[in-house]
């Protein structure tokens, strides 16, 4: 069964403390069991409406307010028809770029606005992609109601077709975006602005063959999902190329996690380096500072002496505690059965006296 494996390699930059509602649509030429186009709409990690070419109309996946429904379904079909259209023509002009004739392709589109901390309403950003490869950013500034190009793409845009677009941007996509936007931030509160602090794990694992060290720092149950976790190495940061990891992973509880790992070699172990994990979140006051301590490794064997000999210490301490219990406990036993049997035998005043 093939799958729709593709993803838009153009990242969303929201800022933190922000919302967004983004609507990621997906336009497939070929024959495949997957809609011919199909669209997620998601308010920040919270998927909301479903929709698709086979019923053309929104299928709610969370709450919704049956008062809008028809409001919602008209916005609906204005935004995701002039979608479609807009991709299926962009589509045809990609295949015939790339001199495609058949076989299955995919062209995506990520496109949404952000209601930043203050609660005004930010930019609307668009992101395509043909076949996985990003290939136009676009930007609508709503201050200055003017559209800009990052990245130009395959299709030359003249002066009128400029226009046009920032007209359906002012106008259409723009209002309706924010407006549903504020409407399910009201809806789904409890769930999109609720804060957990993230917890801290920071792991060591000694590495086969002399290898030397790897060092993790992982946060885990936090929400919502924006974080800066930075590796530092005497106080400096260490560069991204010498980190594994630093992806933002669902959690199944609807938080989110983060790991990032560092393989400290034994010269460097030996030349005594300073390292620590700093974590900055929306739910902490101040950043959070976690010191490794990789002092207590050995680079040629496991962990150092005094660190061996401080277990075996406390290990016979604590032999040596259970063993005096046990015979304590047995002589009193002992004693008290001893008192028991000569209470038992010594004659009374009473026997005493009939036998005179």
Known sequence: MLKVAYL????????AGSHSLMALATYIVGQTPF????????????????????????????NSDSKYYD?????????????????????????????????????????????????KPGPIHSWDAF???????????????????????????DH????????MYENAYHPICIKTLERYLHLEKNSVMRKVKPRVRLMRKK????????????????YPRHINLTLFRDDQPVDDDQITGGEILPN?????????????????LREGHNYNC????????????????????????SFSLSVVISVLVLICVVVFIITALIIWRKRCAAGRGSETSLNRYSPTPSSTHDEN
Not at 8 to 15: E, P, R, S, W, Y
Request: charged share 25%; glycine share 4%; net charge negative.
């Open 252 to 268: 199944a509880d609807r938080t989110y996690q983060m790991r990032k790992s560092l393989v400290i070699s034994d010269e460097e």
């Open 131 to 157: 076949d996985g490869q990003c290939m136009e950013e676009l930007i609508y500034d709503l201050e200055k109601k003017d559209i800009y190009l990052k990245k130009p793409w395959i299709i030359s845009w």
């Open 160 to 167: 009128i077709k400029k226009l046009n677009l920032q007209f």
């Open 8 to 15: 838009l390699l153009c990242l969303t930059v929201v800022n």
């Open 35 to 62: 809609p011919e186009f199909s669209v997620v709409l998601m308010l920040d990690d919270l998927q909301i409406i479903y929709y698709d070419s086979t019923i053309w109309k929104a299928v709610y996946r969370t």
């Open 71 to 119: 409001e919602e379904q008209s916005d609906v079909g204005v935004v995701f028809q002039d979608m479609y259209n807009s991709m299926k023509t962009r589509d045809f002009y990609a295949n015939e770029h790339f001199n495609h004739t058949d076989g299955v392709h995919v062209y995506q589109r990520l496109a949404g606005c952000e209601l930043l901390n203050n609660d």
């Open 278 to 301: 700093t974590m900055k979140h929306l739910n902490l006051d101040n950043k959070l500072d976690i010191i490794f301590d990789t002092d207590k490794y050995d680079p040629g064997g």
């Open 207 to 222: 590495l086969p063959d002399s290898q030397g060290l790897q060092i993790s720092c992982l946060a885990t149950g936090f």
